[in-house]
């Protein structure tokens, strides 16, 4: 049977502990564990940041894999730059200084533990590495471009414990103008044969769905949704993130949160069409050319700013530009007290449409409205879990959940920061036995609905109160609360996702095409959960090419995502693809080694249908165990 094997991959594995933590702790355990903490979950945002996935947090030790090994490099040095910094202004002895190895090698993971002979090598070249340095093996530095702006110094060969042969091992530094550099585009994944001419039919059809749009949908559109023509018609701002100018690399957050903000508050217009966050902040440190975004995503303009926070102070300058010409259309600079920030927000929202001589709707108009709260703490406090919550694994989560409690101590009528307290939730419910996931939609439920009445107004609040009905199974309560997001935030890319993944579950497959290729227009760097819908709905519609065109897609984005990868395996045993489903089976199992069909049908908000019994027979019969 499938579920006996136990599979092997070959992998990039960096392993990170913190020098001298026992004296640390016996100085002062409270300081040193917060400390340790501290470092780890900024250490993780970074390795998220550079396409890699945090496998294990042990106390002082730290596991993570990447599928290059630039990115590992990358990711381990920008952080040892930001940390070197923030531990030079710490005033006491308790500095937790992080040593990190990098190696390649075997690496099995089964009943939640990672093991494996990459496992143990990153380790003992861990141990070699200076108190605040890195050290990679031969192995890893012959996989390294020569471009790459750093430093090498040969250690030579070195005998390690628990191998036969000496290993070569490299100390590595930053050069003096090492400039981090961005992680690469992630490869295709290598398709079967059997995939291969599967989705040569599907590629044509996808090159001609816009012409026959309508000959697909007989039915018309759906309620929630308009013509793409009206969504071009209309200025479209593509809102850059803002350059962190605080000079504290871990202020990054900050200034991403500010960015997102205004986005946020921007979708809520009718007359504006603005792209989504994911879409933009994939231009983060590239040389922008205005005039090939307006080749490339159909924009007008461009805003781009900074941001500069000290003490109780914050300076943002924004800049609206005509993309075509690169002319400056709009600019301000703002020196305001840190408790003004939401007032600022505000006014660059109402400065843009003034600049774009938008004639606002009486809907427009309530865009400034927008429920906040009166803490910046509470504020600063959200944004931190917001990042956290966006990496979507069981530890961000729970970290996520710290600080979202943590705002709302602060400010007990923070809307949001409950919405969000939902999410993790319902995120975290996920595989979880039925008494703890029973008890987590409860409690998530709670939270949605108290945000919802403090901030009737917000787009965010509605969509994590359609969220958490969703994964209650409560499909008619999630579709109002869902709707009502829409109403408010008209060009809101996820809310029209989220409706389309509520349609899938409700077997409207149409309906879900017509949300998500809309919502794909607003967001051109969607997430992997867009083409996901697509692929669930063109299963539904059984034309499995096609949904394994757009199902493969979703894991070339997202390798880890469970739903795509289940659903593929589905689309596999309807075409014959007996092999290409067992395998896809195995890599799941590997990854997720304690997944049933119990686990499924207790956390997909799955209705019992005849369509749902077929997929989990085919699931079943691929190998999925009970």
């Given amino acids: 049977m499938v579920k006996d094997r136990l599979l092997g991959k070959l992998a990039v594995i960096l392993h990170a502990d913190i020098a001298g933590s026992t004296q640390m702790v016996q100085q002062d355990e409270h300081l040193a564990h917060e400390r340790i903490q501290d470092t780890f979950h900024r250490f993780s945002a970074t390795i998220n940041k550079y396409a890699g996935k945090v496998l294990e947090l042990r106390g002082d030790a730290l596991l993570a894999e990447f599928e290059r090994p630039s990115d590992a490099v990358s990711a381990a040095l920008a952080f040892q730059s930001g940390h070197t910094r923030f531990i030079s202004s710490l005033d006491d002895d308790i500095k937790p200084e992080v040593r990190v190895g990098i190696a390649m090698g075997e690496v099995v993971i089964a009943d939640n533990t990672v093991t494996g002979a990459g496992v143990v090598l990153a380790q003992r070249v861990e141990q070699l590495a200076d108190v605040g340095g890195l050290c990679i093996t031969a192995a890893v530095h012959e996989s390294l471009s020569r471009r790459l702006p750093v430093e090498f110094e040969n250690l030579g060969q070195r005998e390690i414990k628990g191998f036969g042969e000496p290993v070569g091992v490299y100390r590595v530094t930053a050069s003096a103008d090492f400039d981090i550099p961005l992680p690469a585009a992630k490869p295709a994944i290598a398709r079967s044969s059997a995939q291969r001419r599967l989705i040569g039919s599907a590629s044509f059809v996808a090159l001609i769905v816009a ?80 005039r090939q975004l307006v080749e490339e995503l159909n924009i007008s303009h461009v805003l781009e700013g900074s941001v500069r926070r000290s003490g109780d102070k914050i300076r943002i300058s924004a800049r609206l530009i005509a993309a075509r010409d690169s002319e400056s259309v709009w600019a301000e600079r703002y020196d305001k007290p840190l408790k003004d920030i939401f007032n600022v927000q505000d006014d660059v929202s109402r400065n843009i449409a003034d600049a774009l001589s938008v004639q606002l709707t009486e809907h427009d108009k309530l865009a400034f409205e927008r429920p906040t709260t009166s803490s910046f703490e509470a504020y600063d406090l959200y944004l931190q879990g917001r990042r956290l919550l966006d990496q979507r694994t069981t530890e961000t989560n729970q970290m996520a959940l710290e600080l979202y409690e943590g705002a709302i101590e602060l400010d007990p009528n923070f809307a949001r920061a409950y919405g969000a307290i939902a999410v993790a939730l319902i995120r975290n419910a996920t595989g979880a036995h039925k008494d703890n996931l029973d008890q987590a939609r409860d409690k ?118 469970r739903p795509p990868r289940l659903l593929l395996i589905a689309c596999y045993m309807e075409t014959g693809a007996t092999d290409d489903a067992e395998w896809e089976m195995e890599q799941m199992l590997t990854q997720y080694p304690n997944y049933t069909v119990g686990l499924l049908l207790e956390g997909a908000p799955m209705r019992d249908t005849p369509r749902t019994n077929r997929l989990i027979d085919q699931l079943r019969q691929a190998g999925l165990p009970d």
Avoid: C
């Fill in 444 to 561: 998530a439920l709670f939270y949605a609905r108290k945000a919802v009445e403090l901030g009737k107004r917000s787009q965010n609040t509605y969509w994590a109160l359609g969220f958490t009905h969703l994964f209650r199974r409560e499909f008619e309560a999630a579709e109002t609360a869902v709707s009502e997001s829409l109403r408010i935030a008209p060009n809101y890319a996820d809310g029209m996702a989220l409706m389309a993944l509520l349609k899938n579950y409700l077997e409207k497959p149409r309906e879900a095409i017509d949300l998500i290729e809309r919502a794909m227009l607003l967001n051109p760097g969607y997430t992997w959960d867009y083409p996901y819908n697509l692929g669930y709905a063109y299963y539904l519609l059984e034309d499995y090419p096609r949904a394994i065109e757009y199902l493969t897609s979703a894991l070339e984005r997202n390798l880890n995502a």
């Fill in 211 to 290: 012409v026959i749009f309508y000959w697909v949908y007989p039915d018309g559109p759906s309620e929630y949704t308009h013509s793409s023509d009206s969504l071009r018609d209309k200025p479209t701002i593509a809102v850059l993130p803002f350059a962190n100018m605080s000079g504290d690399p871990d202020q990054e957050y900050f200034a991403d949160g500010i960015t997102d903000d205004i986005i946020t508050d921007l979708t809520r217009f009718e007359s504006i069409r603005v792209l989504a966050g994911s879409t933009t902040f994939k231009l983060r440190g590239q040389k922008i050319d205005y």
